[in-house]
């Protein structure tokens, strides 16, 4: 949970945000770069306070509420969160054609084919390309019922530890603003995989706007 708190005019924030696989986000690495004026007339300000006669620890209040609310929400539906989260991961490793295999730490060497370069992506096109419909641009709130990304992934490429390059995530930077909430991070392996990897997630927890790189 986070606590958010108006000093002498200014936002300030300590606390957690957890958001899954992205990382556990901290104190100084989570911000608002909306300034309190601006805050005021952001619509979940206003559709909950009179802002013309609410003061700036009920505007903290409200913003505390909502954005740990927004925490629970993605906990909630954690799965459907991390799996758009890899997919979006697989989606830049196969359309770069990543060799993966080349960090020791998150390659099976024992399930790797002989050419990698042509045998790992290559025959999983179309499947993710059928999964990228299914996930893009829509709510991973539970409203949905989707394919378990995970469990298809680690299937159609066992020889990527997915479970050492989840472990190898380094969470960078969180930003709350008006109905989204945005993550950064990078990989452990010299961003190799993931750089300054970004997106923000609306009130349904949909993905809206990734970058990597």
């Known amino acids: 949970m986070i606590e958010i708190k108006v000093i002498n005019g200014e936002i300030k924030i300590s606390g957690t945000f957890d958001f899954g696989y992205m990382g556990v986000y901290k104190d100084d690495q989570i911000s608002i770069y909306s300034d309190l004026e601006e805050i005021k007339n952001w619509d979940i300000i206003t559709s909950r306070l009179d802002t013309a006669s609410c003061s700036n620890d009920e505007i903290a209040d409200c913003l505390t509420a909502y954005y740990n609310e927004f925490e629970k929400r993605v906990q909630q539906n954690r799965k459907q969160v991390n799996d758009n989260f890899l997919l ?33 992506y290559r025959p999983h096109w179309d499947r993710l390309t059928e999964l990228k419909k299914e996930y893009d641009e829509t709510p991973n709130d539970g409203t949905v019922e989707k394919t378990d990304i995970e469990a298809t992934l680690k ?32 990989d452990a392996f010299g961003e190799q995989i993931l750089c300054s990897a970004y997106d923000d997630l609306d009130e349904q927890l949909t993905f809206t706007d990734w970058h990597n790189f």
């Open 155 to 186: 299937q159609l490429f066992p020889m990527l530890n997915l479970d050492k390059l989840i472990a190898n995530i380094i969470p960078e930077s969180l930003g709350l603003s008006d109905g989204y909430v945005s993550f950064q991070c990078s």
């Open 88 to 120: 979006n991961i697989m989606e830049d490793m196969e359309a770069c054609g990543c060799p993966f295999w080349e960090i020791d730490e998150i390659t099976v060497k024992e399930a790797l084919p002989s050419d990698p370069d042509e045998e790992v």
